[in-house]
Every structure is written in structure tokens, then in C-alpha cells.
């Protein structure tokens, strides 16, 4: 494959769809499956990723904007997308003839994009969310107020110009096993089921009811209805440390960087910003291509490592917005041109994103997200590599 072996994302297709088939076992024939593909499918590349999958059978996608929409239907993704979040209601036509479906999430919003659908002649169809507990957008269902929010989806779903054929909501603790928050995802998933019973007594009926994102397929089965929403787990990323090990996912991510020099530097020579690491005597520094701007975030200075050769190396000094520093004494051979393994596992060694968050304070797939688009995406299949994207220099 031809792309810039300066840094690059290795992304496994192959990991992806087994993790797809991983999860689909845990739901029944009927229940649909929704591939959340948002943010660049999590930094994995949207349209090799959506189209791995829509090839496996996956039957909605979803999306944060109407941007990333257009992209997929541009790149071949031809199933059904639903916009999770805002689009102006000016882009009711684009929506229409993209067959696109939006998300409506209150009834201002609704009025809105049903008066411009109408004043384009288009019909929108349209998902309602509803606000169980997240305290997003959606209609606020939550401490008594469900009479108030079904007669609003009510009028919603008569509104001209839309076709509400779905309606979820989301789960905003459905990753952790604590009593408390196992009864709020109950009582989330309740007030869900007392809003549609509501709106059925109000001859309201909807073709697909949903409520589960990745950790809500794997410890809610009960809830799973029309649809479940695939995820982080889709990319072999757990969704919280409660989760892990409760199916097998296979991380999709790999990333490597190349080592640009070597140097021997004397005792007390001070390494990158800030002077934060002092070298000892004999130590070899190697400089990577890789710094903050393409993810490799500033806070792991003096705390991650990487795999050379085969061996852990620490990061020394201060992560640079384009280099990063790295202690190789004792690792024989290392040369300018090197492959160095940030994510991944090479000779019994492993770095993983959640190696990650750990040192950031963060979730794992907010470190997958943060991957940046000068870094590309080299995709694997079978072993070996069929595609590559470079987000500068492509062209759309």
C-alpha cells in the first residue's frame, strides 16, 4: 500500500466484523442492529468500517450529523442512517433526498423542520428521542413529567412534513454493575416503556422501539426490542472495566510510528519542554514521529512506553506536538526507519487505548476518537493490507 510510513493507524476489518457477529449472537433473529459509526467510526475510518459492515449485514447506521451522513451515502453505505443529533431544519430537502433519518428531540425542534419539509414538499422521516435520564436532548420525560412528554411526541408524530417511524432512548449508566446504577438503567428503560405505552393509547405506534448501546446488548437482554446500537464494542473496545471479559471482542486498532534518530546524550542532559526528564549515564534516546497533533497525547510524557524491537521503551521528556522521546538503552539495534508499536502487541509485549486511559483519566474509545486525521488509516483483511486512506492528501 502506498501512504506515509512516518505514523499510521492499522485497522483490522477482520477484528470488526467478528466483533459484529460477537455481538449479534447476543440478540435474537428479529432484533435489527444499528452500527454506530459516528466520529470517523470512533478515528477507524467511516466508510472501509461502514462498509465492512453493511456487507455483514448490519441494517441501520447511525451518525452525529448530517456531514457525516452525506459521507456514507457518498461512500457507498446505501441501509438506512439516522442522525443522532442537531441538523438545521433549512436541510429538510437534503435529508429527503438523501433518505436520511433525523432525529427529533422536542417539539420546537419538530415545528421547525416540519414547516421547512413542508415549505420544500419533502417528508423527513424522523426517530423521537426521548430523555429517560441522560439529561441530553430529547423530550424530558423524566420525574413525572411523561404525560407532558407523550402528548408532545403526540403532536410531533402529526406533524405535516415528518414521518416519525422510531423512537429511542439512551443509557446513560447501562456500563456499570453497581446496584444503583443497574436500578437508574431500570428505571430509564421503564419510563421508556410508559412513554410508548402512553403514545399507544394515543393511537401513536412506531415501527422500531430502541434503547440499548453496546453495554445495554451485553447486560440488558431484556431490553434489547427493535434494535440495539452497536457501538465501541463494534471496535473491540469494552465499554467500562465492568464490562470487560464479558464477550470476546478483538481490538480493530493498531498503531505504529517510525523512530527518525538515535543519539547517545551525557548524564544530566535535559530531554524536550519543560526539562521534566534527566538522562543518566550511557542513556540512548531515540526520537519518534509522533506527537499530540496526532493524538499521542501530551500527558503521557514520562509515563507511557512503547514497543521496540520487541521490548518496552519509556517515554522520557515531554510529548511534542510532532516527536516524542524514548529511552532505548539496552535495546539493541535501533536505527533511524524502525517500526514502534504504540497500540498493539509485538513479541509477547502489549500497549493498549485503555493503557491509554488510564494514564489520561479517560474511556478508551475517547482515545480512538482522538487519533488524528494526518495519521492514516491502513486497513487489513485476511493478514494483509488492502487499503489505505490519507485523510491530507486524498481526494473526495
Known amino acids: 500500500m502506498d501512504y506515509l510510513r512516518r505514523s499510521w493507524a492499522q485497522i483490522d476489518l477482520d477484528a470488526i466484523k467478528a466483533n459484529y457477529h460477537e455481538l449479534k449472537k447476543q440478540v435474537s433473529a428479529a432484533c435489527k442492529t444499528m452500527a454506530i459509526v459516528k466520529a470517523d467510526a470512533y478515528g477507524h475510518g467511516d466508510g472501509y468500517v461502514s462498509r465492512a459492515l453493511q456487507e455483514e449485514g448490519a441494517d441501520w447506521f447511525g451518525v452525529s450529523n448530517i456531514n457525516e451522513a452525506v459521507s456514507l451515502r457518498r461512500q457507498g453505505i446505501t441501509k438506512p442512517i439516522l442522525i443522532l443529533g442537531f441538523t438545521p431544519p433549512a436541510l429538510a430537502g437534503k435529508l429527503a433526498a438523501q433518505n436520511i433519518t433525523q432525529t427529533v428531540y422536542s417539539l420546537d425542534y419538530a415545528q421547525e423542520l416540519s414547516k ?33 412528554a407523550a402528548q408532545e411526541i403526540a403532536r410531533t408524530a402529526r406533524l405535516p412534513g415528518l414521518s416519525c417511524t422510531g423512537i429511542f432512548t439512551h443509557f446513560s449508566c447501562s456500563d456499570e454493575t453497581a446496584v444503583s446504577s443497574r436500578e437508574f438503567t431500570r428505571r430509564q428503560f421503564n419510563i421508556f416503556m410508559d412513554t410508548i405505552g402512553r403514545l399507544k393509547n394515543q393511537d401513536i405506534l ?12 451485553i447486560c440488558y437482554p431484556q431490553m434489547h426490542l427493535d434494535m440495539v446500537r452497536l457501538g465501541n464494542a463494534l471496535y ?44 543518566q549515564e550511557g542513556e540512548a534516546v531515540a526520537s519518534l514521529a509522533i ?15 512503547v514497543i521496540l524491537h520487541g521490548q518496552y521503551a519509556p517515554i522520557i521528556g515531554t510529548v511534542c506536538m510532532d516527536q516524542t522521546m524514548v529511552d532505548v538503552t539496552g535495546i539493541e539495534g535501533v536505527a533511524s526507519g524502525d517500526t514502534v508499536t504504540l497500540v498493539g502487541e509485538e513479541n509477547g509485549k502489549k500497549v493498549t487505548l485503555d493503557d491509554f486511559a488510564k494514564i489520561n483519566g479517560t474511556i478508551n474509545y475517547e482515545e480512538a476518537c482522538l487519533i488524528g486525521r494526518r495519521v492514516p488509516r491502513v486497513y487489513i483483511q485476511g493478514g494483509k493490507e488492502v487499503a489505505a486512506v490519507d485523510y491530507i492528501i486524498q481526494n473526495f
Open 206 to 217: 412506531f415501527e422500531l422501539h430502541h434503547c440499548c448501546n453496546s453495554a445495554g446488548v
Open 116 to 148: 421547512e419539509a413542508v415549505k420544500q414538499q419533502v417528508k423527513v422521516n424522523c426517530h423521537v428521542k426521548v430523555d429517560t435520564g441522560m439529561s441530553r436532548i430529547g423530550f424530558f420525560a423524566q420525574s413525572g413529567h411523561g404525560e407532558q
Open 236 to 279: 473491540g473496545l469494552d465499554p467500562s472495566d465492568d464490562c470487560k471479559g464479558m464477550i470476546k471482542l478483538v481490538p480493530a486498532m493498531s498503531l505504529y510510528t517510525t523512530v527518525t534518530m538515535v543519539k547517545q546524550v551525557q548524564q544530566g542532559a535535559q530531554v524536550s519542554y519543560g526539562r521534566r526528564y534527566t538522562a
Open 291 to 305: 506527537g499530540y497533533a496526532d493524538g499521542y497525547r501530551r500527558n503521557l510524557s514520562n509515563k507511557g512506553r
